[in-house]
Structures are given as structure tokens and as C-alpha cells.
């Protein structure tokens, strides 16, 4: 039984430029949030989807948006990149009955932005 | 609001010694609690959990009990050993309304045990 997977594992960007993060949520989870995890800090909830919708989001700008598609996989887009968006990014996935809180999550996708 | 406090780290320990990580919360209605552990370079890993007050949640020789009255999560765990050095995470999660589903974390605490 596969777990959450992401890609890519690690990625370099110069300010201001677009990125795209991939997730896979566990089999038989529909529901899927993203986390920031800034160096030495604990994860910050971004946005959850499900049913291909934004169901619930974090304080983060506009610039941090999301998809969801009809498999349940799910993408997290960040514009005009800041040297402050360098972190661990974290997807979960959970079902989305009973159970729903509790969360397992991906190996993350290291970003560094220069 | 939602939120949770933990002990401030480092923690290091002997191998074989008693391991407490205390967590406090605060909370609208009575949340999911949870403990994550981040090994080195990887992702979070679900530790335990507990659903309702007086619930013990335990694996690995790790165990912690939802206290209501006191807000507390608190870490335990007999005898550690090297392979449990990582950071520790506590959090907690809406169990119904605008932010059902979704976790609070703490900020961590590295744990360090030596042989």
C-alpha cells in the first residue's frame, strides 16, 4: 500500500519565479492539505482540498494557489517567489469521512529560493 | 483560537532514560491530539494519537494521555534509545466546524539521545 508521495524531492528557484509541487495522496484518502514548514519551526497549514475544491485555508497570500484532480493527486503553485518561501513543503492526505483529522504525510519537497 | 505549546528543546538524553516532552493546548471544543515524529531529512511521521479525553494513545514504547483538565498531551517513554533521536511534534486538530481536518502544530522539540 503506497503512502503519500511527492515530487520533485528538492528544487531551486530564483525570486520571482513560478513553481508547481506534486502530490499523491495515500490510497483511499480524497481529502489532501499542504504545509509549510519553515527551518526549526513546526508545519504551517496552507490550504486543504477536497472534491477538487479549496475547502479550508491558512493565512498565506494569494500567491500560494492549488488543484485538485478528479484522482485525488494534487498540486500546490506558488508565483513571484520570495527568498522567505524557502521551506519543507508537506502533503497530507486523509479520508474524508471519519478519520478525517488524522493525517499522513509525504516525504515533503525541499524548496530553496535564491 | 487553536494552538499548542510545547517544551522548549533541545532534550538530550542517555540511552535507556526516561523521556518527557510536555505539550499544552488550547482549544475551541475538545480536538483530536496527536504526536508526530521528523526523523533527519524526511517527512512527518504519525506517532500516536488520542481522541477523546482520558484516551492513551501508545506505539513504540511511546505513550501519551489526552488530560482535559489540564490541556495536556505530555510525551513519554520509558527507556529511549538512539534510533528515537529526531524532533517531536505535537498538534492537534478540530474535530467539527470551519476547520475540521486541519492540524496545529507545536514548534518542536529536538530530541538528542546518546549510547
Known amino acids: 500500500d503506497a503512502g503519500v508521495t511527492q515530487s520533485p524531492t528538492h528544487l531551486i528557484k530564483t525570486r520571482g519565479q513560478q513553481v508547481t509541487l506534486r502530490c499523491s495522496p495515500k490510497?483511499?484518502?480524497?481529502?489532501v492539505s499542504w504545509y509549510q514548514q519553515a527551518l526549526g519551526q513546526g508545519p504551517q497549514f496552507i490550504f486543504q482540498?477536497?472534491?477538487?475544491?479549496?475547502?479550508q485555508r491558512g493565512n498565506f497570500p494569494d500567491r500560494f494557489s492549488g488543484h485538485q484532480f478528479p484522482n485525488y493527486s494534487s498540486e500546490l503553485n506558488v508565483n513571484a517567489l520570495l527568498l522567505g518561501d524557502s521551506a519543507l513543503y508537506l502533503c497530507?492526505?486523509?479520508?474524508?469521512?471519519?478519520?478525517?483529522?488524522?493525517?499522513?504525510f509525504g516525504p515533503g519537497t525541499r524548496l530553496l529560493v535564491l | 483560537g487553536n494552538s499548542v505549546t510545547q517544551m522548549e528543546g533541545p532534550v538530550t538524553l542517555s540511552e535507556e532514560a526516561f523521556l518527557t516532552i510536555n505539550c499544552t493546548y488550547t482549544a475551541t471544543g475538545y480536538p483530536s491530539l496527536f504526536w508526530y515524529v521528523q526523523y533527519p531529512g524526511e517527512g512527518l511521521q504519525l506517532l500516536l494519537k488520542a481522541t477523546k479525553a482520558d484516551d492513551k494513545g501508545s506505539n513504540k514504547g511511546f505513550e501519551a494521555t489526552y488530560r482535559k483538565e489540564t490541556t495536556s498531551f505530555h510525551l513519554e517513554k520509558g527507556s529511549v534509545q538512539v534510533s528515537d533521536s529526531a524532533v517531536y511534534f505535537c498538534?492537534?486538530?478540530?474535530?467539527?466546524?470551519?476547520?475540521?481536518?486541519?492540524?496545529?502544530f507545536g514548534r518542536g522539540t529536538q530530541l538528542t539521545v546518546w549510547p
Open positions: 497530507a492526505s486523509s479520508p474524508s469521512g471519519p478519520g478525517v483529522e488524522t493525517q499522513y
Open positions: 482540498y477536497y472534491e477538487e475544491e479549496e475547502r
Open positions: 498538534a492537534l486538530s478540530p474535530i467539527r466546524g470551519s476547520t475540521l481536518g486541519r492540524l496545529y
Open positions: 490510497s483511499g484518502h480524497d481529502t
